[in-house]
């Protein structure tokens, strides 16, 4: 049984990502959506979101500030995206999140459990399987990618920028240890960190701060590079 109260739009029409969270003993299942569309914000927009409602299957929903949804639409952009996921089991504890459908996102789709700390590439294996127990944080899973708007080309940028629990991470994509500055921002425009990166292919920067979004601006030589990442 499949609980989804938003109807699908056609995947031709905007970036969107379809994910399914299954319970595999209960056969029950919740479907949540991420869309683009240039009409949206970051925000709850009535015209493009869903509110979440509950069902007999497990709790899964993506969040945007204080609003729980099972459909959110979010701005074009081009960077690193994070989206924050919730998961509350039911009465089954074997689950899997299946990505249904990945249209027109460039690159790889990752799923991070910050449980367990694994981290899954749904464009290579779309279906991660996990167990789940009664009293785990809600505030379980995070999906990063990178996305480009419609229309735009799609560009291999060589820094990745994404996060694992607490931490902040400025990856090479080229193998080659970059030079520069990281500058950390908050939501209102507060730098709050800064410094060079480390001359490995992967810099660390561990983040003792609250939990919510971050702004990173990374300056190698004449190129910049941005994102907005979740830290939990």
């Known amino acids: 049984r499949v609980h989804n109260t938003t109807a699908w739009y056609k995947a031709s029409e905007n970036p969107s990502i379809l994910l399914v969270a299954n319970d595999l003993s209960g056969q029950t299942a919740q479907e949540s959506i991420i869309r683009f569309t240039n009409e949206a914000t970051t925000g709850f927009d009535p015209a493009f979101d869903s509110h979440f409602l509950a069902g007999y299957a497990p709790l899964f929903y993506s969040v945007a500030g204080n609003e729980r949804l099972s459909t959110n639409a979010l701005p ?5 995206v994070q989206i924050p996921f919730e998961f509350v089991k039911n009465d089954g504890s074997s689950f899997t999140i299946e990505a249904k459908t990945i249209s027109n996102i460039n690159g790889a789709v990752i799923l991070n459990d910050l449980k367990t700390g694994a981290s899954q590439d749904l464009t290579l294996a779309p279906v ?3 167990t789940s127990a009664e009293g785990d944080n809600a505030k379980r899973f995070l999906l990063t ?5 419609i229309g735009e080309n799609a560009i291999t940028q060589p820094i990745s920028v994404y996060t694992a629990g607490n931490s902040i991470y400025i ?3 080229t193998g080659a240890a970059p030079e ?6 908050n939501m209102i425009g507060q730098l709050i960190i800064q410094q060079k990166l480390s001359g ?4 660390k920067i561990s983040m ?7 702004l990173v601006k990374v300056i190698a030589g004449e190129n910049v590079y941005s994102a907005k990442v979740f830290v939990n």
């Open 200 to 203: 490995h292919n992967i810099t």
């Open 76 to 80: 074009e952009s081009g960077g690193t």
């Open 208 to 214: 003792n701060m609250s939990i919510g979004y971050y």
């Open 171 to 173: 990856s090479s994509k």
């Open 145 to 149: 990618f990178s996305h480009v708007g």
């Open 180 to 185: 520069g500055e990281v500058y950390i921002y």
């Open 128 to 130: 991660y399987n996990f």
